[in-house]
């Protein structure tokens, strides 16, 4: 099986340059010199060339800052019992991925 190079995008296809002491090198796919990036998005998780998440977390945090905003104006009653089963379905599972950061 040889390579072909028409199998990718080559608007998509990026270089994240991870490290401090990275050269910086430029790379090409065939004729097309590849894009750099200063952050990328993959399997949901976004990641800066210091491999720094905090981007990240915040994304998360304003989410859900977000949704506790729409909760807090759609919902006259702040009881507990009414409160607590809406913010475990809508604002806690934004929020896990922070976790392992």
């Not at 894009?35 to 981007?55: I, Y």
């Not at 006259?76 to 809508?90: F, K």
């Amino acid at each position: 099986m040889s390579f072909n190079a028409d199998w990718f995008n080559k608007g998509k296809v990026k270089v994240l340059h991870l490290g401090r002491n990275n050269l910086m090198h430029q790379y090409k796919l065939v004729a097309t010199q590849l894009e750099s990036s200063l952050a990328e998005k993959a399997l949901g998780v976004l990641v800066d060339t210091r491999l720094n998440m905090s981007q990240q977390c915040a994304l998360a945090a304003k989410k859900a800052n977000g949704i506790l905003g729409c909760i807090r104006r759609s919902v006259a009653s702040r009881w507990r019992q009414v409160i607590l089963p809406l913010y475990s379905a809508l604002v806690s599972p934004r929020l896990v991925c922070c976790v392992q950061f």
